[in-house]
């Protein structure tokens, strides 16, 4: 089955790819790492990135989570805070 | 209390609110924008917050603070937007009965933090910008 | 900026002295009256100082630390006279331009200031008062 | 020859000794450690003390420091600042 899966963006992943929010187009079911894929294709400039880690609804998530059109996906460039 | 915020930290009232009778130690660790980066200058600091999950994250590190030690009365205050030089960017603050405790605490929070919660911090110079610690190769 | 004070401790004036725009990070420790001590009650605190002594032992501890860390500003307020549960005895305030050194030098100056200063608390009960930890056999 | 030196007291030492300073016949040239054995003869609830220790203007002293009437001496209790 053929979806899209919104994905945010923050910080050097947004100037990187010039949005603050994405949509993906999937094939269900698809995993995070499915998903990494797809950005780094269409964005090969993320792969400059230190690390890029996947929150799926507000949570840090593993490569090997299932993922759908109705969860919360946002990319995660290398944090720094405080 | 965990929050962010868009408006300047107000320390008073931050310490206000983990003030109580028990509390015998009250360690405040205030991130501060200071005015150089290895040697450049910096203009001011673009915070930018995945709030919901920011929150989350920081709630998860003052459970763990609280079950490692004694914590009586916690603060964390991240603020996000523009800020200028000398502006506090984050607040801690812990209360506890006795000061060790309050140190070690408000230490492992805050370096926590900077691992782990979803903020982001870009500098600008008199002569462009940058995600701090972004990418490879940058400083 | 060292002081013996018998005012209430104005944490935001003390936090004010010691900014500036090379401070990454400030620490500041409050050392504050608790309501109780090995579980007894704890109706107030009664401080006094050897103050031309006191002064001058705070500034040997602050050289030191200034010595051992890069500290780019400092503040030590101590009061003395008669103290309420949950006022300020006593305010270390120390910027750095990273945060390791101002949580390292705080905690070394609290901890050197109650081995050498010459500063005394009475601690006032219910049912008496006593020196803290003077005697021998006493807590 | 013969002199009096001036003892500040604080804390534990004034509740002990009642005073708050008290006036030391001495014979000169006295040290430190000459002054601390009259004062426990004089006073001997001293001894209940963890520790004590003498400040000659201002700083802490050795029991072999010579001290006249014109330096200020304080007994110094266990500290209990902070």
Chains 1, 4 share one sequence.
């Not at chain 1, 929010?21 to 797809?38: A, F, K, M």
């Not at chain 2, 200058?41 to 709630?59: F, G, K, P, Q, T």
């Not at chain 2, 933090?113 to 110079?125: D, S």
């Amino acid at each position: 089955m053929s979806a899209f899966i919104s994905v945010l963006l923050f910080g050097m992943t947004r100037d990187l790819t010039g949005h603050s929010s994405v949509l993906v187009p999937i094939h269900e079911p698809t995993r995070v790492g499915d998903l990494l894929s797809q950005l780094h294709q269409d964005y090969p400039a993320l792969a400059g990135l230190r690390t890029l880690l996947v929150a799926v609804n507000g949570e840090y998530a593993e490569v090997d989570q299932e993922i759908g059109p109705t969860d919360e996906i946002a990319l995660i460039p290398p944090v720094s805070g405080g | 209390m965990i929050a962010i915020t868009v408006d300047p930290i107000d320390v008073a009232a931050a310490l206000k609110s983990i003030e109580l009778e028990q509390a015998g130690a009250i360690d405040l660790f205030l991130g501060v924008v200071r005015n150089s980066t290895q040697a450049r200058s910096v203009n001011r600091l673009e915070y930018e917050a995945y709030d919901r999950m920011a929150v989350s994250e920081m709630e998860k590190i003052a459970n763990e603070a609280h079950q490692r030690w004694p914590i009586l009365r916690y603060t964390i205050i991240h603020r996000k937007g523009t800020l200028q030089i000398g502006e506090i960017a984050i607040l801690i603050g812990v209360a506890t009965a006795h000061r060790g405790d309050a140190f070690v605490a408000c230490r492992y929070i805050i370096d926590t933090i900077k691992q782990t919660v979803p903020i982001w911090k870009k500098e600008v110079f008199m002569d462009g910008e940058e995600w701090v610690n972004a990418l490879f190769g940058l400083s």
